[in-house]
């Protein structure tokens, strides 16, 4: 079974950093692109950022460029994204997702995970 | 950019009726376009990919059309389980986008 869980998401500080992971299995990681996807409380999806197969290629959302950082570690299966410079505005739900197509930077997502919450606050 | 529309933002519906909500794309993004389901405290799931490919496990009664700008889901028949917001995404051009959802209500 194709499984993908996120860990890493609590409360921190404006200003704060804080380093989610995903861990996949059930599928040959190295196949495929992963990303980021994230939820607001009550909001729709936004794309975060995203990793080619080999982390050789990321991708960023504007509002994140500069203070996330995206990165794979595919003999331990496992994504991450580095969060520094928190705002509250980067309260959300933090989702790992799958890009649908093998080797392919771009698609849909397919699966994703059940997501770990980060709230920034003071 | 690309900015998805989608309309309407909430359909208030019964069991068995046929519904269909719309994505509009700010440029077109050819057939790149999916449709993803979410219930409430549940992450996302995949419907539908490539404007009209249902994905592994989707249910017959859901079926995706368009390209360019203007895309469509339809589902023939409602039944309870699909009550849930929808979302379309598109996957040809950075950054991915999403629009901001259609619920589907009772």
């Known amino acids: 079974e194709v499984q993908l869980v996120e860990s890493g998401g609590g409360v921190v500080r404006p200003g704060g950093s804080l380093r989610l992971s995903c861990a996949a299995s059930?599928?040959?990681?190295?196949?495929?692109?992963m990303s980021w996807v994230r939820q607001a409380p009550g909001k729709g999806l936004e794309w975060v950022s995203g990793?080619?197969?080999?982390?050789?290629?990321?991708y960023y959302e504007d509002s994140v460029k500069g203070r996330f950082i995206i990165s794979r570690d595919n003999a331990k299966n496992s994504l991450y994204l580095q969060m520094n410079s928190l705002t509250v505005e980067d309260t959300a739900l933090y989702y790992c997702a799958r890009i649908g197509v093998v080797v392919a930077a771009k698609g849909w997502f397919d699966p994703w995970g059940q997501g770990t919450l980060v709230t920034v606050s003071s | 950019e690309v900015v998805m529309t989608q309309s309407p933002a909430t359909l208030s519906l019964s069991p068995g009726e046929r519904v269909t909500l719309s994505c509009r794309a700010s440029q077109s993004v050819s057939s790149n376009l999916a449709w993803s389901q979410q219930k409430p405290g549940q992450a996302p799931r995949l419907l539908i990919h490539?404007?009209?490919i249902r994905a592994t496990g989707t249910p017959a009664r859901f079926s995706g059309s368009g390209s360019g700008t203007e895309f469509t889901l339809t589902i023939s028949s409602l039944q309870s389980e699909d009550f849930a917001v929808y979302y379309c995404?598109?996957?040809?051009?950075?950054?991915?986008?999403f629009g901001q959802g259609t619920k589907v209500e009772i």
């Open positions: 490539s404007a009209s």
């Open positions: 990793i080619n197969w080999n982390g050789g290629i990321t």
């Open positions: 059930g599928f040959t990681f190295d196949d495929y692109a």
């Open positions: 995404q598109q996957y040809d051009n950075w950054p991915l986008t």
